[in-house]
């Protein structure tokens, strides 16, 4: 590889004039400073290209949100460009080959798109020039499915929760099973993706109230009543006026003020994408000292990542890079409390080989309020 050049994509439909299309461009989609623009009416003509140059071009996938877009609508109709209906976004690199032709090159192409260019969960790509992935409107149908549960065999359970990516294991699928039947109904689809989002681990903290049985014959009766809110319990301080039973934990502060602290990992979402990962992790901090009536003042963070320096050949399979992951992680802090104005105040991140294929992404807010 000798270069590679990223352009922005964006795709407009609706009835403009060129004039129109013209200071569209100007006025919303480039810096004029530092950027130039061009446009053509799809589909297209392929782009002329050098035999050493190859075209990959990213877009969101269908479904996932595009703020950009959004904004584009928005500010196009408040500029008077009433005439912008849809709007989509997406990105352009051009790689410039060494010693390589374009023709032999695709299959390098597509393994650089998914390694370093797009992430395989949220965008798709093509190697030449993609269609616009307009968000499709459609009307609620108000149709309810209904899953056959009460019937069904071990085996049928265990498929079930795998064909619907509810990761339930065999019990907890039998627990549905023996309130449908005692109940003599069966599912909605809404009520097994609820019970299955209720009863993840991300949600339920299955591991931390879970009863553990050591080699040596003691139980454990969850590690978190064990070994956080007993001590917490045990040492019963004054200045603690809330703990354990909230959406945040709240201290006094000087007598007339107190102040509330909220911490959360989002760990495996950020392993999937890392920068919404981090992002609605920030979010739900802020979500919960908000929950308390408090107002969030700070945020914090503590993110460990594996190796920077490790090679794709020692990633286990569908594994972001490390290097990936720190750099979306940092963009989803900084960029959910930047935009409503709450700094980042402190945090700390370490590098560990244990974090190689799922970071830990701990979130935290500070709130404060009149006694």
């Known amino acids: ?84 209906r849809r709007a989509a976004t997406g990105q352009r690199f051009l790689l410039t080959l060494d010693n390589e032709s374009a023709s032999t090159f695709i299959d390098s192409a597509n393994k650089l798109a998914a390694q370093l260019l797009a992430n395989p969960v949220i965008h798709c790509w093509v190697v030449g020039e993609i269609a616009p992935s307009f968000l499709q409107e459609m009307e609620s149908s108000g149709a309810v499915e209904i899953i056959s549960i009460c019937n069904l065999t071990d085996e049928e359970l265990l498929a079930l929760s795998k064909d619907r990516r509810a990761a339930l294991d065999l019990a907890e699928m039998k627990a549905i099973q023996s309130y449908c039947v005692k109940e003599n109904r069966e599912l909605t689809d809404a009520e097994f993706e609820t019970i299955a989002q209720t009863w993840s681990e991300h949600c339920g903290h299955k591991t931390f109230k879970a009863k553990i049985e050591l080699n040596d ?69 802020i979500r919960d000292v908000l929950g308390v009536s408090h107002k969030p003042i700070a945020n914090t963070d503590v993110l460990c990542f594996g190796p920077q320096n490790i090679t794709f050949d020692q990633l286990p399979q569908g594994v972001l890079h490390p290097r990936r992951v720190m750099s979306g992680v940092v963009a989803g802090v900084q960029d959910y409390g930047n935009k409503i104005g709450i700094p980042t105040v402190n945090g700390a991140i370490l590098f560990d080989e244990g974090y190689t294929a799922n970071p830990l992404v701990f979130c935290g807010c500070v709130g404060i309020a009149p006694k």
């Open 217 to 285: 014959g003691r139980e454990i009766n969850s590690i978190l009543k064990t070994y956080l809110k007993s001590a917490t319990d045990e040492i019963n301080a004054p200045w603690v006026l809330s703990a354990f039973v909230d959406n945040a934990g709240i201290i006094d502060l000087d007598g007339e003020n107190e102040v509330s602290f909220k911490v959360e990992t989002h760990n495996h979402p950020s392993a999937i994408e890392p920068f919404g990962g981090a992002n609605t992790g920030v979010g739900g901090v």
């Open 1 to 84: 590889m000798q270069r590679i050049k990223c352009q922005d994509l964006y795709f407009i439909e609706g009835q403009l004039s060129q004039k129109e299309l013209q200071q569209l461009a100007l006025k919303l989609l480039t810096d004029p400073v530092t950027q130039s623009a061009s446009w053509a009416e799809l589909p297209a003509p392929p782009s002329a290209l050098e035999s050493d140059t190859v075209i990959v071009e990213v877009s969101p996938r269908p479904g996932v949100t595009d703020p950009v877009a959004h904004e584009i609508i928005r500010a196009a109709h408040e500029l008077g460009f009433g005439g912008v």
